[in-house]
């Protein structure tokens, strides 16, 4: 099992830049696949990001691609998502999530692991 906590949210304009990290707990971190999902209010939650456990292959969803990177350190039990180009309709609580499945995935549901979230505000 592994527990996932978020920071590095908060309020930045269009155009700005923010880190997100995800600190996990346990021993096995390097074992699971992590992904980053956000919901804005009022819609469903969605795919942004994942990537493998050794870091070497990332999938995104299409309106992060270019703008978005997601990475990790295994050594630190934690994994990034470096946004950049931030739109104000990027604005949504992000969260990050974990799996052990043999590839990466963008539904939420095959992610039995969740942190609480993050907030990320981009005004125009």
């Known amino acids: 099992q592994v527990q996932l906590v978020e920071s590095g949210g908060g309020l930045v304009q269009a155009g700005g830049s923010l880190r997100l990290s995800c600190a996990a707990s346990?021993?096995?971190?390097?074992?699971?696949?992590m992904g980053w999902f956000r919901q804005a209010p009022g819609k469903e939650r969605e795919f942004v990001a994942a990537?493998?456990?050794?870091?070497?292959?990332?999938y995104y969803a299409d309106s992060v691609k270019g703008r978005f990177t997601i990475s990790r350190d295994n050594a630190k039990n934690t994994v990034y998502l470096q946004m950049n180009s931030l739109k104000p309709e990027d604005t949504a609580v992000y969260y990050c999530?974990?799996?052990?499945?043999?590839?990466?995935?963008?539904?939420?549901?095959?992610?039995?692991?969740w942190g609480q979230g993050t907030q990320v505000t981009v005004s125009s």
């Open positions: 999530a974990a799996n052990l499945l043999a590839s990466n995935s963008p539904r939420d549901h095959e992610y039995p692991y």
């Open positions: 990537i493998s456990w050794s870091g070497i292959s990332t």
């Open positions: 346990g021993r096995t971190f390097s074992s699971y696949r």
